[in-house]
């Protein structure tokens, strides 16, 4: 993709290739400017740097067994997803939004071409998949990760710029209980969902554990 404009929910996005990197930008949103999806950023080094005794680590076993198969259900822009591909995971991103999944597959490829993000890149497989209707891809996974993204209701925070950008692509996963019942129902037998520390449990569905960080939570479910 080199250029394309498209109109999602009333609001005009635009992708341009710019240099080498695949971009999106969301011109109603004056001043934000254009990203794009970038695991060489210091965000993402510095999750890796939390080692697997980091909490999303711990949540998903990847502190026992470093080879795990985890399949991320809401892959959005990958932070998670790569950073447990860099920790020895075997990651399958799924992301239903199709500008989201081209993003994250650009991303993929520099991934592949720079020598500090090879290796993890290469644990890691991206599919343009909607979970919420079928986790049937899930097959063969250890692990299902969720990380819905929550609806605005006006209450909250003024989330990052990207997010916001993201929000307004996407409306939020406002179908985020049937994720939850979706993944239970696959058959994988650990499902982690990571939600904000004073959110309510998915599809009120108490978990068999939760570990609790400073800005989020860690509810696991396990078969």
Partial sequence: ????????????FCLRRVE??????APHLAGYGAFSVDWASADVQRRISGGRKQLLAKAV???????LKVFDGTAGLGRDG?????????VTLAERNPVLAALLRDAHRRGMGQRLLQDAASRIQIIHHDSASDFSAAQGHEVIYLDPMYPDDGKRALPSKEMQILRDLTG????????LTGALQSGVSRVVVKRPSKAPWLAATKPNLSMEGTQARFDIYLR
Avoid: S
């Fill in 20 to 25: 080498d990197q695949l971009c999106l930008a």
């Fill in 172 to 179: 939020g996963d406002v179908d985020a209980d049937a994720l």
């Fill in 1 to 12: 993709t080199e250029a394309l404009d498209l109109t999602v929910r009333g609001f005009l």
């Fill in 61 to 67: 076993g990847l502190h026992k067994k470093p080879n």
């Fill in 82 to 90: 790569f950073t447990l591909a860099a920790l020895g995971a075997e």
